[in-house]
């Protein structure tokens, strides 16, 4: 097979400036690069070719990426452009001749497409990437190297997920297959697919046995070529707020026939590997997610920098202050934490279907009350729909759509919760400092296992991490002007997990249907919010004496500390830090002016310097 993986690079028209250091576009990957050079290498050719999205005249830029939401379509240039850049290879794995390697990485690839449209980034990309890895963990080599070969020539596979599993169905409907002796046949419906019109083939999850259980569904991989015309029917788009460019219709299958080589894994497989799917896409997809709330914070500081909040310039207006570094904050800690759930799924991959379920919940309100927050300093200007300020509300209106995506609150709650007793009893109290790659933004990884996916374990590294500092730290004990509120800080919520603990003990033995109680959903939160909070120290720990001075200076974890502290309802005095923020928006400022990406990363963007 000759992969066709196009060349990140080529064919692009240079509407953006050069980016520093940016290599020669489709130059050949220098022997004995490593798996983060190459993929910096990609990502700074992608942006290059993007452009500088706040340029008019850029037909990938936000002005282009209006007018297409307007008419609720996907800009048509951008896409054609995806495409000759061959960006679908990051979805195909290595050995099938795509780039797929590592989970971290794959995000980050698409960060350069959700900064600019969301739509795009699930319409072209994410949604792809959601079906295929279905094909990746349980296709017969067969299955896998026509699902490579179809998204290396630029088709698209769709997903509908059970409806249980899915938790974004707008109605109760799903698909169901019998195996009658004659042969395998489909049917059922299914409003809402993502790309469900223009997909080349589908990962369906079918209802194959009418008795509760793991056992009762089924995956099939169809390819739309195949299937009787007269046997399957395209249902009416559905009109949505937010990503209206990424085509969101159905499918109605009647008595369809359906090929036994289709099936994926064993009959009975489909809510096993539906779980193990959800171990990489629950934090591959917030990751990629995050992206838009970067550009939705540089537009409202463009605007309170051109404009002034409430007639005062905004530097001098306390409470834009707090919002501007509260939100670049929050960003750093939701990095963090999209960084350690993706990252463990090649050290820890037992542990990483509650660190993805955590991470998918907890994303979206982290960065939806950011993006709540950014728009009072906008004021009347939120509703602007064009215009050098417009791309803000489509981002207010794409995010919880990107949100919800194929696993909603309820769905990742419903992961969660059962492990909290196992986890509480062994693994809160027991073992040392987890690996530190489990932090490093660009060290090499093992390669991914996906044999290890499924299978849970009673291992809870992140939760070590912040034992292990809470014990003693001499990263704490040398963090300066910091110490003592780094230290209370810490202490403040190792005792939090203590009392976490006892409360999940508490949990054993009841019955999973009686788990389901507000009681029950309160754990999850304060889970989830000190796995961040471990994801953030770890991240500044192992920063230390690194390249970047900012993440290794503890003022941003402070600040993250003291609103996750503040979210978990403990007391702590009004202002203990306020240096610590006035670091975090000088930081914000100079990432602002120079075009760099305001995650953990940094990466140079092609938007054109601030100042």
């Known amino acids: 097979m000759t992969a066709r993986t196009g060349t990140l690079g080529a064919g692009a028209p240079g509407t953006g400036r050069p980016l520093p250091g940016a290599p020669v576009p489709g130059a050949p990957a220098a022997p004995g690069r490593s798996v983060e050079t190459e993929a910096a290498r990609r990502i700074t050719e992608l942006e290059t070719a993007l452009g500088d999205p706040w340029d008019p005249a850029n037909p990938y830029g936000h002005r282009a990426v209006l007018e297409a939401d307007d008419r609720s379509e996907l800009p048509d240039d951008s896409v054609r452009l995806l495409h000759r850049l061959g960006l679908a290879a990051e979805f195909v794995p290595e050995r099938l001749g795509g780039r797929f390697e590592r989970v971290d990485v794959l995000a980050r690839m698409l960060r350069p497409v959700f900064r600019r449209d969301p739509s795009l980034g699930v319409g072209f990309g994410a949604g792809s990437f959601l079906a295929a890895v279905s094909v990746w963990a349980a296709g017969t080599e067969a299955q896998q190297r026509r699902t490579a070969d179809l998204l290396l020539a630029g088709g698209r596979v769709a ?214 927050d950014l728009s009072v300093l906008l004021g009347s200007n939120l509703y602007e729909r064009s215009g050098a300020y417009g791309i803000f509300q489509k981002q207010v209106r794409d995010l919880p759509i990107t949100s919800l995506g194929h696993s909603g609150t309820a769905a990742c709650q419903s992961t969660v919760i059962p492990r909290l007793p196992v986890l509480a009893e062994h693994a809160w109290t027991v073992g040392g400092a987890p690996d ?63 009392e976490l603990r006892a409360a999940a003990r508490s949990l054993a033995g009841r019955r999973r249907d009686d788990l389901a109680d507000p009681r029950s959903y309160a754990l999850v939160d304060r889970y989830a919010l000190l796995l961040a909070a471990a994801s953030a120290l770890g991240v500044w720990r192992h920063q230390i004496g690194g390249p970047d001075p900012f993440l290794a200076r503890p003022a941003w974890v402070v600040l993250a500390l003291l609103r996750i502290c503040r979210r978990l309802g403990l007391g702590l005095p009004g202002r203990p830090a306020p240096g610590a923020e006035g670091e975090v928006l000088d930081e914000l400022l100079r990432r602002h002016h120079g075009g760099g990406t305001f995650d953990l990363y940094d990466d140079p963007t092609a938007a054109a310097p601030v100042g």
């Open 159 to 372: 997903v509908a997920y059970r409806d249980l599993a899915h938790g974004n169905a707008f109605l109760r409907d799903e698909f169901c297959l019998s195996d009658e002796g004659g042969g395998l046949r489909l049917d059922g419906a299914k409003r809402v697919i993502v790309n469900a019109e223009h997909a080349a083939a589908l990962v369906v999850f079918c209802r194959t046995d009418d008795r509760p259980g793991s056992r009762s569904h089924s995956a099939v991989l169809l390819e739309r070529s195949g299937l009787p015309a007269d046997r399957v029917r395209d249902l009416d788009r559905f009109p949505t707020v937010g990503l209206r460019g990424c085509s969101m219709s159905g499918l109605a299958f009647t008595d369809c026939p359906v090929p036994r080589e289709a099936l994926l894994g064993d009959w009975g497989d489909g809510v096993r590997l539906a779980l193990s799917s959800f171990q990489l896409t629950r934090s591959v997809l917030p990751s990629m997610v995050l992206a838009g709330v970067d550009t939705a914070l540089r537009t409202a500081l463009r605007f309170a920098l051109d404009r002034g909040v409430h007639g005062r310039p905004v530097l001098r207006n306390p409470q834009a202050r707090v919002s501007l570094a509260g939100a670049f904050t929050d960003l750093l800690v939701s990095d963090a934490l999209a960084l350690t759930s993706t990252r463990a799924v090649h050290l820890y991959p037992e542990a990483t279907g509650v660190y993805a379920a955590a991470t998918k919940y907890l994303l979206p309100i982290l960065l939806s009350d950011s993006v709540y």
């Open 436 to 498: 530190p790659a489990l932090f490093r933004l660009r060290e090499d990884l093992p390669a991914l296992d996906t044999t290890r996916l499924g299978p849970v374990g009673t291992e809870d590294p992140l939760l070590a991490e912040l034992a292990d500092l809470a014990a003693g730290s001499t990263a704490v004990a040398g963090a300066g002007e910091y110490r003592e509120v780094l230290e209370t800080l810490v202490r403040t919520l190792a005792a939090e997990l203590h």
